[in-house]
């Protein structure tokens, strides 16, 4: 069983490509969220997520809490565009009564724009030259439960609990820091699939409605008219990205 979130399909094409590898169900961590059954069961259980301010976006983390897993192989993926920070620290110590077994990581476009420049393909090939080849090494050792202990690259738990977790929690996921401009053409994509339904749509144009949401950065990368924008200044230029090989 693969368990995966992803916003801008990155995580998405790891867990359709491990899917297909091994012939294993999916399952997409935000319709998980209003059920009652948190108990998963399976020879192997797969985690993907992306990292989010060298940790696990909010959902994730949240998740992983809640939930048990029954299986022989647990393994944890995080896609990232710079540093997988302390994801794995993260996803061990969320995770109750089960220790994970394997830790993967595969670097993929980096889709924190309000920093890193995706407007070109050269730029996101920046990002992508290895892949293709991590995917490829991820599934080959999955198929033969490897195991290992940490996540690589990292950076110390203790700096991450410091610094950037509590500056994901306290400042980033607002809301306010997103905003709409006049090219927005009213088409609703953004309220039916923000993951926390933190979107409505009021006189035909998006209004956030919670104070905060996971700022897994989908509404501004799936806009069709690019529309939303994110307080900095800089998305605009740095442009969007979703992976291509999977719909989002
Ligand atoms: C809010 C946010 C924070 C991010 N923080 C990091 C980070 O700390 N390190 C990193 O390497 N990539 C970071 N990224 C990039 C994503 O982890 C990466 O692009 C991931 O593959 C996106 O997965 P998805 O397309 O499945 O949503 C961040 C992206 C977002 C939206
Ligand atoms: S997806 Fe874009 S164009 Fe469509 S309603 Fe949302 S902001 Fe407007
Ligand atoms: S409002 Fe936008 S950034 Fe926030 S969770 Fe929804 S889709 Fe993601």
Redesign the pocket.
């Known amino acids: 069983m693969i368990i995966y979130f992803s916003a801008t399909g990155n995580c998405k094409y790891v867990a359709k490509r491990l899917s297909e590898a091994m012939g294993q169900e999916t399952v997409f961590i935000p319709d998980c969220m209003n059920r009652d059954g948190w108990a998963f069961e399976d020879e192997a259980i797969g985690i993907i997520s992306p990292t989010y301010f060298w940790g696990l976006p909010s959902m994730v983390k949240e998740f992983l809490s809640r939930a048990s897993f029954h299986t022989d192989y647990l393994f944890f993926v995080s896609t990232y565009g710079t540093t997988t920070g302390a994801s794995g620290k993260m996803a061990d110590r969320a995770i109750r009564g089960k220790k994970i077994d394997a830790y993967y990581s595969v670097r993929m476009a980096d889709t924190w724009t309000p920093i890193f420049d995706l407007s070109t393909p050269e730029k996101v090939a920046k990002f992508t030259e290895k892949t293709e080849e991590e995917i490829g090494d991820l599934i080959e050792k999955v198929r033969n439960r490897y195991h290992n202990d940490r996540m690589s690259p990292g950076v110390p738990a203790a700096v991450v609990d410091l610094i950037a977790q509590p500056m994901y929690n306290a400042f980033v996921r607002k809301t306010s820091n997103l905003h ?1 401009d006049d ?9 039916r699939k923000c993951p926390v339904k933190a ?1 409505e ?1 009021r006189n ?3 209004v956030w409605v919670r104070e905060k949401c996971v700022m897994c950065l989908g ?1 501004l990368h ?7 924008q994110y307080g900095n200044g800089m998305t605009k230029a740095h442009g969007q990205f979703t992976n291509p090989n999977v719909k989002v």
């Not at 799936?222 to 939303?228: G, Q």
């Open positions: 709409v090219s927005c053409i009213g088409c609703g994509l953004c309220e979107i749509m035909k144009k998006p509404c799936r806009c069709p008219k690019f529309a939303i």
